[in-house]
């Protein structure tokens, strides 16, 4: 399965309707099952380095379906996966993209938020993807 | 003045709702004042090597202020900027890119379809961005 | 708004009279509110490797809205966006970038300066930044 | 012999008096004798695409020693060195580089302009080039 653009505009219109409440001007990037890009939006007065930064989380968490703070964790000096951000074109491995999932628990996509805190971006993106089950 | 969200979600929709009633896939792009990617939608079953046409396209009207297929027509080998198309990480000069103005002409921002014809493109193109005078 | 040559060419001559006063051969760069290249002067005797330092620093400053020192306190293991440096073509986030405000504190471009030790870079910037207030 | 920071300022001047004086904004890029950066300036209202294709002439200008619409003229389809333009990250093969020379006749840099016309910026690139003579 793959997510349509009716599941796409509703999480991308969940996830901006959040970031308005808290006042926070985020980028909002959607990819689909291939980690291509589906949607995109960015709220006025937003960081303009965060369109990317937007872009690359989700990019993230669907190509390791994985919240991407997860993948953080072990990207550290030392870590396993040490400097794994150097592949595909630039990862980014801290918190605000996490995969989408229907409601049968199959990946379709994934959101990746960036302009607030990691803890404010992350949370963003979770509520979003949660906002079509 | 640059794009602001409300007017990209007023041209991205206007063109969303012109590529269903026309039966045409497409994938939208909007740009700002700066260049830099606003707003992107992948509609369902366009094609994948249209989101990046549909970005550059949009790219190349604003970094010239000109319709895309215009650029096009001096392009051509022996034409006054044959292989322009080389710089700023590529250029996409045959129709669908087009500048979006505010009600006092000033340029905003512009606009890249990409996934029908090169007419159909230019044509939800135009349409979309005069939306909002 | 944003940054007009007149102000570029003050804040530009600002640094580099500071940098010359100081023999510290520096590389210059200055770009508009959109993050696009608006100025740069690479004084004689300045580090080559300098020149696309500079126009990073001053991307860098204008993608975030801060000086890059600043973003550099946060981008080290185990920080909150470690690793972002691999984002948007590459961003430098040590000292010597500083976004651009006009007389009402608006953000209209950003400076970058690379050529001396960091401290002596963001001085400089700072310093010239400040030159149209 | 290279190129120095006071050539280099008398050159962009002239660069920039000329386009003015001809209502023309356009885009100044000058390189030194090793086609590296030596400075930047883009005029109020310039196109923003014509930031990197002013960087490009002008390094190819010096990469070859040769205004850029000289080049043009081979590497059409069928020319001799057709295609040469996806070189070097990019080069522009149409007018608006030019060889920045000395007293002597020693290559000590290049210019490359565009906003204008190509009949435009190759004139603009020449007299100002022509200026330190």
């Given at each position: 399965g793959d997510i349509t653009v009716d599941q796409t505009t509703a999480i991308l219109q969940a996830a901006e309707k959040l970031a308005r409440s808290r006042n926070i001007p985020v980028n909002i990037a959607i990819v689909d099952a291939g980690a291509n890009l589906k949607a995109f939006l960015r709220m006025d007065?937003?960081?303009?380095?965060?369109i990317d930064v937007a872009i690359k989380k989700a990019k993230t968490a669907r190509y390791f379906n994985i919240p991407t703070g997860e993948l953080g964790k072990i990207t550290?000096?030392?870590?396993?996966?040490?400097?794994?951000?150097?592949s595909n074109d630039g990862l980014i491995t801290f918190p605000g993209g996490v995969p989408i999932k229907d409601q049968q628990g199959v990946i379709i996509g994934a959101i990746g938020i960036s302009g607030g805190s990691i803890e404010e971006d992350h949370q963003i993106a979770m509520e979003a993807a949660g906002s079509i089950l």
């Amino acid at each position: 399965g793959d997510i349509t653009v009716d599941q796409t505009t509703a999480i991308l219109q969940a996830a901006e309707k959040l970031a308005r409440s808290r006042n926070i001007p985020v980028n909002i990037a959607i990819v689909d099952a291939g980690a291509n890009l589906k949607a995109f939006l960015r709220m006025d007065g937003s960081y303009l380095g965060s369109i990317d930064v937007a872009i690359k989380k989700a990019k993230t968490a669907r190509y390791f379906n994985i919240p991407t703070g997860e993948l953080g964790k072990i990207t550290q000096p030392g870590g396993a996966i040490y400097q794994i951000e150097l592949s595909n074109d630039g990862l980014i491995t801290f918190p605000g993209g996490v995969p989408i999932k229907d409601q049968q628990g199959v990946i379709i996509g994934a959101i990746g938020i960036s302009g607030g805190s990691i803890e404010e971006d992350h949370q963003i993106a979770m509520e979003a993807a949660g906002s079509i089950l």
